[in-house]
């Protein structure tokens, strides 16, 4: 998985640390972490456009091409809630952070159906 970053930025730093953790545990987890310059404003450059047209957005349409059913594989991780977290306020606030993403949007219809979060997920 690639995790386009700075270093002290607070949400990949914590995607970071997650992955370090669980890889502790002998998850397996791959990542490579790609720097971006935030300072010298490298995320509105074209190479970073190329890859992200919503700059905004964490670089996930890719990533869940595949159909895969969480964004790091086979298993929810800290990723999966981290996110759906801040999708679920998106719909509270009627703001639209899906149509132009269709894999995002399966993911988060996907992800929304499981019975594990019925009781946590209101929107």
């Not at 998106?90 to 499981?114: P, V």
Request: proline fraction near 4%; include cysteine; hydrophobic fraction near 45%.
């Amino acid at each position: 998985m690639n995790l386009y970053m700075m270093p002290v930025a607070a949400n990949p730093t914590r995607v970071g640390l997650y992955v370090a953790e669980k890889n502790a545990g002998g998850a397996g987890i791959d990542l490579n972490e790609i720097r971006i310059n935030l300072l010298n404003g490298e995320q509105n450059g074209a190479d970073h456009l190329a890859r992200n047209v919503f700059p905004r957005v964490p670089v996930l349409e890719r990533t869940l091409a595949d159909a895969r059913p969480f964004v790091a594989g086979e298993a929810c991780t800290i990723v999966d809630c981290t996110l759906q977290a801040a999708f679920q306020f998106a719909r509270f606030a009627a703001l639209d952070a899906y149509s132009m993403f269709a894999n995002l949007r399966r993911w988060g219809e996907d992800y929304r159906a499981r019975s594990s979060v019925s009781g946590v997920l209101t929107h």
